[in-house]
């Protein structure tokens, strides 16, 4: 059902362990040539991890576990690459299209191809406006059981509002070197975590456990942005308030809205926000790497 690359599936003969790696990122998220430094920095963090990246797609109509060159390239020049989220998968499979993946999309790709750790920038969350817009991110975690490691939700989502319904979908969130919910750019946003671990054995216990018990959803770890790319909260809040203004203004709503909005924080920061994105990519590609092999070493690992 999911196609490997060669690299992918020389590492899954090898048993080393596998971080599955959302491509929306690289197709929609991060500017060109940003998206290439985004994609070397990721995969090399995860190797020197000792575990093998696996970008998620869906190339011409086959979902993958990795990009092949030709693939890759197509990607990265956004050549026809439409946005895919969890639902819609099939409707690409079946037209042959290229299709980068969401958070959404890649737990459910990485999932059935039994891959248990994807790292990203940060997950989808609630909307200030309209609250009920809600990211597929979350409900796809809460029934998807893979670790995902990210810098916690985009800046511009609402972080009360997300951690609620992280906790009525019951998908555990635990902070790893912090007390606060990360904020994307900034170091910190002001909330608490619900749990804390400072080190990667405390945190493969809790993953240990959580798979022990048979839960059915994913867990959510998110560490902070590194202290030498991340911006000041306070810059950060003034510029997501003025990228929402500036969105009001042109009625920009819907799908185009959180591209629309991160691309509008990154004038508004004169650039230093790519700069803190592309940091958070490459730390939290680390930290799951780190991760992937520290439970393939100690038990409790990838099913592949």
């Not at 090898?14 to 998220?29: D, H, K, M, N, R």
């Not at 995969?43 to 020197?48: Q, S």
């Not at 750790?117 to 817009?133: E, K, L, N, S």
């Not at 590194?226 to 911006?231: I, K, N």
């Amino acid at each position: 059902m999911i196609r490997d690359t060669a690299a992918v599936a020389k590492a899954r003969a090898a048993g080393t362990p596998i971080v599955a790696l959302e491509s929306s990122v690289l197709a929609q998220g991060l500017p060109i040539p940003a998206n290439r430094n985004a994609h070397i920095r990721m995969c090399a963090a995860v190797r020197d991890a000792g575990a093998e990246p696996a970008v998620t797609a869906v190339a011409h109509g086959v979902p993958t576990l990795g990009l092949d060159d030709a693939a890759l390239e197509r990607f990265l020049a956004r050549d026809g690459v439409r946005k895919a989220s969890a639902r819609d998968l099939a409707h690409a499979m079946a037209t042959g299209a290229d299709a980068a993946t969401t958070v959404a999309a890649t737990l459910a790709i990485a999932h059935a191809a039994g891959v248990d750790i994807v790292a990203t920038g940060g997950i989808g969350g609630v909307h200030h406006d309209p609250p009920f817009d809600e990211s597929a991110d979350l409900v796809e975690l809460s029934r998807t059981p893979v670790v995902v490691v990210c810098a916690g939700i985009k800046s511009i989502l609402d972080v009360p509002a997300t951690l609620e319904r992280l906790e009525t979908l019951g998908i555990p969130v635990v902070g790893y070197g912090t007390d606060e919910f990360p904020g994307f750019y900034a170091v910190g946003s002001g909330v608490p975590v619900p749990s804390r671990v400072d080190d990667l054995e405390s945190l493969a216990a809790v993953v240990r456990a959580h798979r022990a018990l048979g839960r059915r959803s994913g867990i959510l770890v998110v560490r902070p942005t590194p202290a030498s790319a991340a911006l000041p909260r306070a810059v950060v809040d003034a510029a997501v308030v003025e990228a929402r203004d500036h969105a009001a203004t042109r009625r920009v709503s819907g799908a185009v809205s959180t591209p629309f909005l991160l691309e509008a924080v990154a004038a508004a920061t004169a650039g230093e926000s790519l700069a803190a994105n592309l940091a958070l990519l490459e730390a939290n590609a680390s930290l799951a790497g780190r991760l992937a092999v520290h439970l393939a070493n100690r038990g409790g690992g990838v099913r592949h």
